[in-house]
């Protein structure tokens, strides 16, 4: 598949307006976090979404996005991912998938994170659904990590599987049939970015390269199938999934994560990565 790939590196003009639409995936997924709690559907979910990218003049990148309903994607449980909202309501204890994308001027940003939402009172949410959420999100920024100083792409997909093989409750299944992207003027771009070791090496990483960086795991198998709705994946066995996303920029100097507010420096300080400057 590598061998495919156009590649369509960016300038850093073109970098600068992803940021901006960045920016507005950042400040909707803070609106819908505020959100997330049992007793809510996830069309309310949906609702928040769709007024606050009106609130930053922006559009969704989902929304019509192949026929897709809805602003964004709220997927639970055993949901992996393109979780249509609806009346679905949401309870204690369950895992849900919130996945984002913003158009501003033409340019596309796109991230998604997982939450455990707490337990009825007196209930404790399964310690094995928050050490998911958490090995998830951390798979998520070693892929990340991985990128600085990288040759070739590769390096992403063994990070997120050392991270997923060494989980606490794990390993962990690696849904390998969903894989993140490239980004820009549209939202899914060349090249293929998966989230597990491959044979080939990937293409060469250097500035201008946008990608979506998105692990997909699972608490049991990883088989996965398509819903009659044909959006919603589901996991084959029924076990809980989660699915973190952030959507990065290699630059001269280094990384910068356009989807985080503080450009990803808090997450990517602990594996010893620097954020460039992104002026």
């Known amino acids: 598949m590598f061998g495919r790939d156009h590649i369509e590196y960016k300038t850093a003009d073109q970098v600068r307006l992803m940021r901006s639409a960045g920016l507005v995936v950042a400040d909707v997924h803070a609106a819908v976090r505020a959100a997330v709690v049992a007793g809510v ?9 769709a007024e606050a990218l009106r609130a930053a003049g922006a559009t969704s990148s989902f929304l ?17 991912i393109h979780g249509i909202p609806g009346d679905r309501v949401l309870r204690p204890g369950d895992v849900v998938s919130v996945d984002a994308g913003a158009v501003v001027d033409g340019w596309h940003g796109d991230a998604a994170f997982s939450v455990v939402l707490p337990g009825a009172v007196g209930v ?6 928050t050490a998911l959420v958490e090995t ?14 990288a040759s070739r792409l590769d390096v992403v997909g063994a990070a997120v599987e050392d991270v997923a093989e060494g989980g606490p409750e ?4 690696i849904v390998e049939e969903y894989v993140g ?17 491959t044979r080939g090496r990937g293409p060469r990483v250097r500035p201008g390269l946008c990608v979506a960086i998105e692990p997909m795991l699972t608490r049991g198998d990883a088989s996965t199938q398509l819903c009659e709705d044909e959006w919603t994946v589901v996991t084959d066995d029924g ?10 920029a290699v630059l001269e100097d280094g990384l910068w994560v356009l989807t985080a507010p503080d450009g990803g420096a808090a997450a990517l300080a602990p594996f010893g990565v620097r954020v460039a400057p992104l002026s």
């Not at 019509?64 to 992996?80: F, R």
């Not at 998830?136 to 100083?149: Q, S, V």
């Open 181 to 197: 992207h490239g980004i820009g003027t549209r939202m899914h771009e060349d090249p293929d970015v998966p989230n597990y070791r």
């Open 239 to 248: 076990s809980r999934a989660a699915h973190c996303e952030h959507t990065v």
């Open 136 to 149: 998830t999100e951390r798979a998520m920024w070693a892929g990340i990590a991985a990128l600085a100083g």
């Open 64 to 80: 019509g996005y192949e026929g897709y309903p809805a602003t964004i994607c709220v997927s639970v449980n055993d949901e992996v």
């Open 124 to 129: 404790v949410a399964d310690p094995a659904d």
């Open 41 to 49: 559907t996830t069309a309310e979910l949906d609702a928040v979404a």
């Open 170 to 173: 794990g390993p962990y299944g």
